[in-house]
């Protein structure tokens, strides 16, 4: 394992507390540099790059020790199979990167869109968003207006240095969260008390006494927008408690690559769905008052050379699938966006006028601010691309030097950033802040220190976990997905199933992720290592502390009690001959499978971030196959941070059942015997495909390159990533995206399209723009906001169809709409675009209903820049996941 310095963060238990008197810099000290040495971006730029893929000797001894405890215990031991879940990687060919040329530009700042007239949808405020299942679309435009109107009045009072504070961050672990904004002085009306922005997409980073959530990829895999809104607000109450005003989530990046390493910090391969995912997280999360970060535009679908690699992506595909969760995001209210490490089609994003300024905040209207990621900064004239904020706010971590601060001030007195453009950076970043409602004095402030978390005058421990293990218990069991049940052997714990009155009278528990980790939960420091236990989070910011973490074992334990069941565990992965006699002559085995990835600056087992291969961790094929020799009733529970090759096993007579648990956060054992034990009937469903083979995936991890080198990686399969290839090109997976069994059965009939005519509001609206879509023409998105325009997103049609509960159990459902565009349209066969949840008692049936709007029918015209309905008729099919399709329909003109 080898961590980049400025991931060196104290590792719990085992804190060393750093000296509490160095505080931080005020930003004032930041060095201001000068206009000459930022002209010389080339060099800044370079050693940027070169501290991203440096490595810390002060690592050394953990390094040393976990590399070899994971070389020993990880997958480099499978290697009899481990070479079948390889694809061979492509070679990026380089390019060459020139910095931006500081051109002097003149700043017309974006009308706000609430100037614009709107539609008659009630006027929102993200403290009372619509209800999960409302047709009304938020119009948060006058509370933006309200927010904008006192950040000017507050703005209009700084000066200069002032405003350009507020954009810059204080350094690198120079305060209490990982970034932060500096404090305005309260005098004259101008006073502020600026940012703490702090990760996870899961939690709270580096604080204590928090709960750590289910991963979004589980958030996902639940199907249910109503768990993943409740997720958002749960993470946004304790980070208002800690005093936290910038939660760095959601993570939105799509699993284009089965092995991406971050891809478990996101809702999976659908752009809809991870655009849905965004979309209630963030409702969520700005009900309770903390600004959500809506990351990381965009493009960052890899950990391999994430800053020193170009995304190479056509105007289509960014529209239709990696940008599209940023306009859900917008939609929601967001507050912040955070721009990637990579470059976009040859600009760094964090410099790139086209998604910045041209897409997010002409085309989608977005009112807030664009901080960058963590050193992604590559200019001072990155402002003018539309950059709003620096983080940390130094140029390399500790580097003492910031792209803005000083820089930022030099480069509007020598006219080449004009100082409104300055003015907007700071009123964008202030007019977030008064939007959640940051300026009431009740607001909590900050109360940890991520850095100092043994110093006790910093950290004042407050437990912000209330009862919320209960929720992450009940999302845990509803985003486990059962994969095969073969004659019924799950659930557990059925009396009569062997003899009169008898549940399993026998259980054994094989693998390390049944038990608890060696150290406990929190071993490795940002979970980067080779988890000895139960894994239920990957690796990198994207963490959280454990305050607990139940293991399987710890679970099961009490419920084999109840039942009288002689449970026995082997928790070692490489004893097979060990696992076999213990897994021997028991009612059920229950064998544990793990596979981990996370971010790129940690690399565990020779997997630098990003997956190596797609097979399980730790011997885990061989140690089923060992188990499902000796025992015919082998049950598999996987936690894996995204798709493995099942193949060794899966059609193995003895295997009867598969539960995914993916990543279920700190009640995982609870979750698990949940759903073992029949007390949540399995509702959760695949938010990717896992393949029969890697090189079935329609793109791999790009490789190659030399330290220096930028390399590109062309998104050659466009629109086809996922089911979408799988589908296009016949490709049979061994489970498709959607999918997911129930211990009972549905059926849905009667399917049928209604118009459900202009919608609210429709007086608001030109019909022109109407008229030309139903006509298939795009109408320009020249307006601001546009892509994000009411008429668009309005609901126009109802799809309604009757669900039944066909079997004996009570549960849960989710049905999926899928659309079929006409061929003509050059889409993939089908597009994930609504679901419905149902719960229902065997027997019952229940209507379910699914609205479209014109934006879920239309496809992005490249040529006019605009959205528009394709020529020919468009097709709806209902299933039960992409390729269980039971019910098809037409829209009707
Ligand atoms: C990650 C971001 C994260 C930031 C601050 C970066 O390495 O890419 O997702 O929010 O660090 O920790």
Known sequence: MRLTVWQLVPLLPFVIAQDASSSSLPVSSIPTGSATSVLGSAVS???????????????????????????????????????????????????????????????????????????????????????????????????????????????????????????????WANGRCVGNIAAIEPRDGRGWPGLCLED????????????????????????????????????????????????????????????????????????????????????????????????????????????????????RTLHELYAHPFLRSVMAGVGSVMCSYNLLNGTYACENDKILNDIVKREYGFQGYIMSDWSAQHSTISANAGLDMTMPGDITFDSGDSYFGGNLTAFVANKTISESRVTDMATRILAAWYLAGQDDESYPSTNFDAFKPANEATNSRIDVQDDHYKFVRTLGSASTVLLKNKNNALPLGQRGKFGKGLAERTIALIGSGAGPGRAGPNEFSDQGGAISGALAMGWGSGTAWFTDLISPLAAIQPVARKFSTTLSWLLDDFDLDRA?????????????????????YITVDGNEGDRKNLTAWFNGDNLVNAVAAQNNNTIVIVNSVGPLILEPWIDHPNVTAVLWAGLPGEESGNSLVDVLYGNWNPSGRLPYTIAKKPEDYSAQVTRGGGPNDVIRIPYTEGLLIDYRHFDANKIEPRFEFGFGLSYTTFNYTNVRVEKVGGGYGASGIDQSLISAWESGTASNVSTVGSSRAFWLHQPIYK??????????????DAPQLYINFPSSSREPPSVFRGLDNVVLSPGDRTTASITLSRYDLSVWDTEKQGWKRPQGDIGVSIGASSRDIRQKAVIPK
């Open 200 to 315: 996870s997409p899961l939690g709270i980073r580096f604080a204590d006494f928090v709960t750590a959530f289910p991963a979004a990829i589980n958030a996902a895999a639940s199907f249910n927008r109503d768990l993943i809104r409740q997720r958002g607000v749960l993470m946004g109450k304790e980070h208002v408690a800690k005093g936290v005003n910038v939660a760095l989530g959601p993570m939105m990046n799509l699993g284009r690559v089965a092995a991406g390493g971050r891809n478990w910090e996101g809702f999976g391969a659908d752009p809809w769905w991870s655009g849905e995912g965004a979309y209630e997280t963030i409702l969520g999360m700005q009900s309770t008052g903390v600004t959500a970060c809506a990351k990381h535009l965009v493009g960052n679908e890899q950990e391999y050379k994430r800053t020193q690699s170009s995304s190479e992506i056509d105007d």
């Open 799 to 812: 799809v309604s169809f009757t669900v039944q509960n066909t079997g004996k159990t009570f549960g849960g």
């Open 580 to 600: 076999a006699s213990t897994a021997a002559r028991q009612s059920a085995a229950l064998v544990f499978l793990k596979a981990d990835s996370g971010e790129d």
């Open 45 to 171: 730029g370079s050693s940027a790059l070169s501290t991203a893929s440096s490595t810390a000797s002060a690592t050394g001894s953990l390094s040393a020790s976990s590399a070899a405890s994971s070389s020993a215990t990880t997958n480099t031991s499978t290697s009899s199979v481990s070479s079948s879940s390889a694809a061979p990687s492509p070679t990026g060919s380089t390019i060459v990167w020139t910095p931006l040329p500081n051109t002097p530009q003149t700043f017309t700042p974006f009308p706000v869109p609430s100037d614009v007239p709107q539609s008659g949808y009630p006027p929102t405020d993200p403290s009372d968003p619509p209800q999960v299942g409302s047709t009304n679309i938020p119009d948060f435009g006058p509370a933006w207006r309200a927010a904008w109107q006192k950040a000017k009045a507050k703005v209009s009072k700084w000066t200069l240095e002032e405003k350009v504070n507020s954009t810059t961050g204080i350094g």
